[in-house]
């Protein structure tokens, strides 16, 4: 590992730089704190650039399978403010992409394996203890649709989201190692499971269940019909509200599935008539009484209830181009991982490799998964998550490329 490389890291600005980025994760439940946190591991990057700038500059060169997605989607969102129908209304919302910064903090301050199992690590017990208080609102009448329970978080949907992108990340350790009875991550995965099936989120439930799925396909392919009655029996064991929660999912009466259907017919519309930069920037929330069905639920709503449908509303065709470009380079990258560790067990290193790969790749399934029935995307706290996993996958490529041949070459 060269000097160059790793001075930077090693340096007393550079570990606050980790500390802080590390930070601005473990305490999103607390987004004054959370966003303090960033704008220090910000302010720590000059520090620990001195004297290394031109090596830093090479080095981030290396990643440009995600930063060059990266910079077309603020772009592209630059465009669709200067594009948008109404630009000081869509302005505002420009600061939106500040969030994106993670992404390049994760590049810049993630160095090493060791690094990204900490940071991890520390995501599943801010998930745990969120879904401890979560569960402990059992107590004071939270639980029904009328007030769910949401942990420390403002919005149940936030409060899923990150409890299933943390699950993920469990179960792909627990499917690429051994398991140990000591091991703490087995309690933290039945109380954040518990909590994420109290939450009555559906989105999150299908999302857990597709990528559960994509698991299987992975690990245990021939096996995966073999997995029907268990997932049968499995939800015959589930609480009542759960099961009946999970039956509203295929009602097409239910009022939330006919409002989300209309949000769709209303979004369709929106991106027919602006198809290449969109209506712009916090527009189609703005316009939805315009276009929304005379039969619909809700005369105005927040936003669209879907990621892939706000993105291509706000920028076009174009806008959501960028977003699965940002999303997919990521999901190939990691699934490339995944398969070249594989191939490569068991050499010495790569059981580490594997489960990191398969959970970042997992996290970001279930979380596009999730995207088709939330816009989780302009979740702050959902969208840092992401954007850890998002760089994840290159961060173990280019510790890979370190430590010499690649793992499975």
């Known amino acids: 590992m060269s000097e160059a490389f790793t001075a930077p890291a090693r340096s007393d600005s550079g570990r606050f730089g980790f500390a802080t980025f590390a930070l601005h994760l473990w305490t999103m439940v607390a ?31 290396r990643f440009s399978k995600t930063l060059n997605p990266l910079a077309f989607c603020v772009l592209v969102g630059f465009l669709s403010v200067v594009f948008s129908l109404d630009p ?37 017990i801010m998930a745990a203890v969120s879904a401890l208080w979560g569960l402990g609102q059992f107590l004071n009448g939270y639980g029904d649709l009328e007030q769910r329970i949401r942990g420390p978080f403002s919005h149940y ?35 954040i499971t518990a909590a994420l099936l109290g939450s009555l989120t559906r989105s999150s439930w299908v999302a857990l269940g597709g990528t559960l799925f994509v698991l299987v396909l992975l690990r245990r392919p021939k096996s995966a019909l073999a997995w029907i009655p268990v997932a049968v029996v499995a939800l015959a064991l589930l609480a009542a509200p759960v099961r009946q929660r999970i039956v509203s999912i295929f009602d097409l009466q239910d009022p939330s599935n006919y ?70 380079a990521s999901l190939l990258a990691g699934y490339r ?8 067990l068991p050499r010495p290193g790569s059981k580490c490799f594997l489960e990191l ?50 793992v499975g070459q």
């Open 337 to 344: 991982g995944y398969r070249r560790c594989l191939k490569a």
């Open 157 to 191: 949907m936030t409060f899923a989201g990150v409890l299933l992108m943390a699950n993920l990340v469990l179960l792909a350790r627990f499917a690429c190692r051994k398991p140990r009875i000591n091991d703490w991550r087995w309690v933290a995965c039945a109380v």
């Open 259 to 328: 409002d989300r259907l209309s949000m769709l017919d209303a979004g369709l519309e929106m991106i027919w008539e602006r198809p290449f930069f969109g209506l712009g920037l916090g527009m189609p929330e703005r316009l939805y009484p315009i276009y929304r069905p005379l039969a619909a639920p809700r005369r105005s709503v927040p936003h669209m209830h879907n990621t892939y449908l706000q993105v291509a509303a706000e920028g076009g065709m174009i806008g959501l181009g960028a977003y699965l470009w940002l999303i997919g």
């Open 31 to 61: 987004l004054a704190i959370s966003n303090a946190a960033l704008l220090l591991s910000i302010a720590a990057v000059p520090f620990a650039l001195r004297g290394y700038l031109r090596a830093e500059i090479a080095r981030l060169r």
């Open 357 to 406: 790969y398969l959970g970042s790749f997992l996290a970001l399934i279930g979380f596009s998964l999730a995207g088709l029935f939330e816009a989780n995307w302009l979740d702050t706290e959902v969208q840092r998550l992401a954007l850890l996993f998002v760089a994840t996958p290159f961060i173990l490529d280019a510790q890979e490329g370190r430590l010499g041949p690649r």
């Open 88 to 124: 000081e209304w869509s302005l505002p919302q420009a600061r939106e992409m500040f969030g994106l910064v993670t992404l390049p903090l994760a590049l810049f301050w993630v160095r090493d394996t060791e690094r990204l199992r900490k940071v991890m690590d520390g995501v599943v």
